[in-house]
């Protein structure tokens, strides 16, 4: 994501439809993990939207983004942000208990070294929350434009995360409901930066969204995978 478009994502974000409905999915998982709140990191952080979901919960929460630029937007915010590379997180192994690496895989050509740092710098028994966009069959210039490399399936998810020393809790898709017409216009429309909308249109697509919260469609095809793993405790020989 380039600097003019993190710009635009900021300055939307606080009441953009997809952006809020991604930050209650966070704090809702924040919520299930039960117990106090620690020490978190949110990888590929960009401004630090969702860095604040978890420093509202209590979480003693760091923003890590490769552009020098997100970091300074997310410090001017508040946030405790710093510069790095999600294959090589300058973060020291084992010392977090949460961490989230929400739509930033399907940037990165070597996923797995990602993947692997993630789990690198959990504590044993710490969690982490990912989500990447789905199914190829979706792929389109506006994957291009935001500078994806892939789109995962859900066996493709599993087996990096798994591949990655984490063991799977659960995944779920996200968007089911717009997919048809987030393919369609994808398919059918030149790519766009994020802009603000109609603050009607924004209001249809947020209550269209918010019905997957207790519709069962979690398990059907939708635009983005999310997926909860936790790196397991250690074991005495």
Not at 147 to 168: D, F, K, N, P, W
Not at 179 to 201: D, E, F, I, T
């Amino acid at each position: 994501m380039d600097t003019v478009e993190i710009q635009r994502v900021v300055a939307i974000e606080d009441d953009n439809w997809w952006y809020r409905e991604r930050r209650a999915i966070i704090a809702r998982e924040l919520r299930r993990l039960g117990g106090p709140p620690g020490r978190a990191a949110d990888i590929g952080a960009a401004g630090g939207g969702n860095t604040r979901v978890l420093v509202e919960h209590g979480w003693e929460a760091i923003a890590i983004d490769a552009s020098p630029e997100a970091v300074e937007l997310a410090k001017r915010r508040g946030i405790d942000a710093y510069h790095g590379d999600a294959c090589y997180l300058p973060l020291s192994t084992g010392d977090f208990d949460f961490v989230m690496a929400l739509d930033v895989l399907q940037h990165i050509p070597d996923d797995q070294t990602a993947a692997g740092e993630l789990a690198r710098v959990l504590r044993p028994g710490g969690v982490a929350l990912i989500s990447v966009p789905c199914d190829l069959s979706l792929w389109s210039a506006h994957d291009v434009a935001l500078g994806h490399v892939r789109r995962y399936s859900r066996e493709s998810l599993a087996a990096l995360i798994e591949g990655a020393g984490l063991q799977l809790d659960r995944m779920w898709s996200w968007n089911v409901l717009l997919r048809p017409v987030v393919k369609w216009r994808r398919h059918r429309s030149a790519p766009q930066g994020a802009g603000r909308l109609n603050p009607v249109v924004n209001a249809g697509l947020r209550a269209v969204v918010m019905l997957e919260r207790y519709l069962p469609v979690r398990s059907l095809p939708g635009v983005t995978l999310f997926a909860r793993a936790h790196r397991p405790e250690l074991t005495s020989s």
